[in-house]
């Protein structure tokens, strides 16, 4: 189970993406080691809207989940469809190491 730390306080940057105040903010997995969301991938929901084709290229290049927020809360994680093909992978690839002990 994912969770989110809210209220994330978001504000724009003059590059028209938004940015997390808080230095800490992270989404971990219960009884995981707390997994970092870079500033540079927090953006409101309105300017993923307004700027999808700049997010898209973003999100293929980086290969990195984007965190979208509205009023200030996390709301939706993106990320491109090859990452995300990878990551079931690596979860298939762990879930396999785990049964066969």
Do not use: W
């Not at 989404?27 to 997010?55: C, P, Q, W, Y």
Request: hydrophobic content about 35%.
């Amino acid at each position: 189970m994912l969770s989110f730390p809210t209220p994330l306080a978001v504000a724009g940057s003059e590059s028209g993406r938004g940015k997390h105040a808080k230095s800490s903010t992270g989404v971990s997995e219960e009884g995981a080691s707390m997994h970092k969301i870079r500033i540079e991938d927090i953006a409101s929901l309105t300017d993923f809207h307004r700027n999808s084709t700049a997010h898209c290229k973003r999100l293929k290049k980086s290969g990195r989940p984007e965190l979208l927020t509205v009023n200030g809360k996390a709301l939706l994680v993106v990320q491109d469809a090859g990452a995300y093909q990878q990551l079931l992978e690596t979860v298939d690839r762990a879930r396999q190491g785990n049964t066969e002990k």
